[in-house]
Every structure is written in C-alpha cells, then in structure tokens.
C-alpha cells in the first residue's frame, strides 16, 4: 500500500473505541467517513476532528438496527465519490440479564447491529477493496468472543460470530491485497458498560483504556493481522489458555458469578 493519506470509514465513531480510532487515523492525516446513531454528536464530533487535526470529516447517521441503513451508508460513500481504504467496524452493543427474562426486541436489535449490520459492511465493502487490490479492514469482537456467556449470552455469541467470520475471511483474502484483522480486546473503561447495566458486574470492576486498545488495533490492522487482543487483564489472559481443557460447566459458573451485579454476593 502507498503513502498516500487513507480514508478510514468507522462505524460507531462516538465514544471510546470509535473516538479513539478516529483520532488516531486523523492523527495520520486520514480523511474519516464517521458513522454513529446521533447526528448532533456527530457533527460536533466532526466539528472537533476537523479543528484539531485539519482532515476532512463526513458524517452519515445510521440506526444500525434497520438492514437499510447499512445499504445508507455505502450509498453515501459512492454518492460522494468517497473511496473506502480502511473499513473499521465498530459499532455493536451488549446487555445484561437472564436470556429467557431479557426483553426479546431488545437482543433482536443486539443481533441487527452486531452480526447483521457488521456481514451486510463487509459484503458492500470488501468487494470494491478487492477490485482495487487494496484495503485494510478491522472488525471490532471482544475476548468475550473465547467464551460462553450466561447473562450475556447473545452478546458473546454475537462476538463469536464476528471472530469466526473475520478469520474465514482472512483466509480467504489471502492474495488479493486485502487483509482483515479481527480485534478481541479486554474490559475496557467505554460506556458500553453503562448501556448495558454491566457497571455494578465483578467483570467490569476493572477497565483498561480504549485510547490504548485502539492504538494496539489499528496497529495490527495495518500489518494485516489476522486477530489481536489488546489490553485483556491479567487474570483473564492467564486463564484463557484452559478454557478449552476445562469443563464447560465450570467456565459457565464462573462466567456467571463474574457478571452477576456485586450486590447479589452480598
């Protein structure tokens, strides 16, 4: 790839990893496609960006909830000429609770925007980038993705989905230019926690920075990694490796217990 300035498409840009991200490929004197649920944040998000690092800034507010909205956001880029260099598919979220108890509409959405919206991106995107013979994608999962989730079972499974998605295409990718780095980073201090009423979980007591994963990320996307976990707590990173040696009964009890809110223990 040439040292020609890249245009970075992030999908929800707002807020910790997609804040972070975008700062870093501003920091490079990237222009940036920025996409988020809000339009109001986004302008002033745009507004910032464009000050502090004189890159040009677009904006296209999506709910990523509604199929359409995908198909919004690569329309936009081809109305306005805009080429796709780096793809970053940041935009997912999670909640707590009991799947049986949890309100059904709610992880119907979980599922639009972090399975549906993220393969609806790649398969708009990936095949302009491949034509060109370049491009650079990074498909934001989580360490979550490594194991079963009881009181978040459809968002881990939804992140396990986008770590086997990312790595079969990866492969396939091989040869063509193109590469797709699947990112699975620890706990990390975002509000994502607080939108999904996690804050009060023993799993997120402790939070790394996201300024800090985003820079490990985008790193590796650049090599053309295939995954990477930036910033997993130590504890956590020391127990992964028997994951899959241990019965799964006993990961799932401890899973549980891990995001069970603290007052429950008392």
């Known amino acids: 790839m040439n040292n020609k300035p890249k245009t970075a498409l992030i999908t929800g840009s707002y807020g910790g990893l997609g804040s972070a991200f975008a ?3 501003a920091k490079n004197g990237g222009a940036l496609i920025i996409s988020d649920l809000n339009e109001d944040r986004l302008s002033e998000q745009k507004e910032l960006l464009e000050k502090e690092y004189s890159v040009p800034v677009y904006t296209v507010s ?82 979550s993705a490594l194991l079963p989730g009881p009181l978040q079972a459809v968002y881990f499974a939804s992140k396990a989905y986008l770590k086997s998605l990312g790595n079969a295409i990866w492969r396939e990718l091989k040869g063509t230019g ?26 997120f007591s402790k939070r790394a920075s996201p300024k800090e994963a985003a820079k490990k990320a985008y790193s590796a ?3 053309g990694k ?30 549980f217990m891990l995001q069970k809110k603290r007052d429950a223990f008392i």
Do not use: W
Request: charged letters at 20%; aromatic letters at 6%.
């Open 23 to 25: 700062r870093i490929h």
């Open 62 to 143: 999506a709910d990523l909830t509604k199929a359409e909205n995908t198909k919004k956001i690569y329309r936009f880029c081809k109305d306005n000429s805009l080429s796709v260099d780096y793809l970053i598919c940041n935009a997912g979220f999670g909640g707590q609770g009991s799947f049986a108890m949890r309100d059904i509409e709610k992880d119907m959405a979980m599922l639009a925007v972090n399975v549906q919206a993220n393969t609806m991106l790649l398969k708009l995107f990936l095949p302009d980038m491949i034509s060109r013979g370049s491009g650079r994608v990074l498909l934001v999962s989580s360490i």
């Open 178 to 203: 193109v590469t797709l780095t699947t990112v699975m980073p620890g706990i990390l201090a975002t509000d994502f926690a607080e939108k999904g009423h996690l804050e009060d979980t023993l799993l």
């Open 221 to 223: 996307m650049l090599k």
């Open 226 to 255: 295939m995954n990477v976990s930036p910033c997993v707590q130590l504890p956590l990173r020391l127990s992964l490796p028997f994951v899959p040696i241990l019965p799964k009964s006993i990961v799932t009890g401890l899973v």
